[in-house]
């Protein structure tokens, strides 16, 4: 297992503080690694955000900012973000489903009980590992979910990755964004495109509809991508 990177967002040290000895012991016991880093407010996470936690412990009853309003903050920002809620107060917890986090934890934290959640805490987030890359684009290192990229669009050096959260610009050759993606459902429609089939919802002769965006499918590649998307289909039914 790679080293894991965890915030816990608790005002109360002496809270936080078990969290973090938890960790620590559960990452002895699986022979993991972890680096922890507190804060004791929302503000001090979000401010400067950038997306590199895999997890994410957030206290709700925060001072300043609930964390319920830091986490639909945060979401802005980082959709892949592993959020666990930690709380003494359950009927708010179970709201988490607003801003798609895993589990909750209720106070006061016991370890056998906090094992099972960072089980299953830490499976989602190496998930989530598998299932992104990294985009270098204007100086930034955007980490993107590969399910959320609609389509590749290659241009001279540079390729635009059209995602829900956006468009991102970076240098590279369709080929590379190919070997990158691995077999995560995408296949050209023609030199310029490496499409998400997931994204496709019409074929009209040679124009292809992805997101709302049209392209063009190729009279060489057409069959190619047919055979591709009817497979993706049988596998996604």
Do not use: W
Not at 95 to 101: C, M, P, Q
Not at 125 to 154: F, H, M, N, P, S
Not at 165 to 191: H, I, P
Request: charged share 25%; proline share 1%; glycine share 6%.
């Amino acid at each position: 297992m790679n080293m894991l990177n965890i915030a816990i967002v608790e005002d109360e040290r002496a809270a936080a503080d078990v969290l973090s000895e938890y960790i620590n012991r559960y990452c002895a016991e699986k022979h993991a690694a972890a680096n922890v880093v507190v804060f004791s407010d929302a503000m001090s996470l979000l401010s400067g955000y950038k997306p590199v936690y895999d997890i994410i412990f957030m206290d709700i009853m925060l001072p300043g900012m609930n964390g319920m309003d830091a986490a639909k903050k945060l979401r802005k920002a980082d959709g892949s973000a592993i959020i666990v809620f930690v709380t003494n107060m359950a009927n708010f917890a179970v709201r988490g489903y607003e801003v798609n986090a895993l589990d909750f934890i209720i106070k006061p934290l016991i370890y056998d009980s906090f094992a099972m959640k960072m089980n299953k805490a830490v499976s989602a987030a190496l998930g989530r590992r598998r299932r992104t890359i990294c985009i270098q684009t204007d100086g930034v290192t955007k980490i993107v979910d590969i399910t959320r990229i609609r389509y590749v669009e290659v241009s001279r050096h540079y390729l635009v990755y059209h995602t829900e959260l956006g468009n991102y610009r970076a240098r590279g050759t369709l080929g590379e964004a190919e070997k990158q993606l691995g077999n995560e459902s995408f296949a050209r429609c023609n030199v310029c495109y490496l499409v998400n089939m997931r994204y496709v919802s019409e074929i009209d002769g040679e124009n292809l509809t992805v997101g709302g965006d049209i392209l063009k499918i190729s009279r060489a590649r057409k069959k190619q991508f047919m055979n591709a998307l009817a497979n993706y289909l049988g596998q996604n039914v």
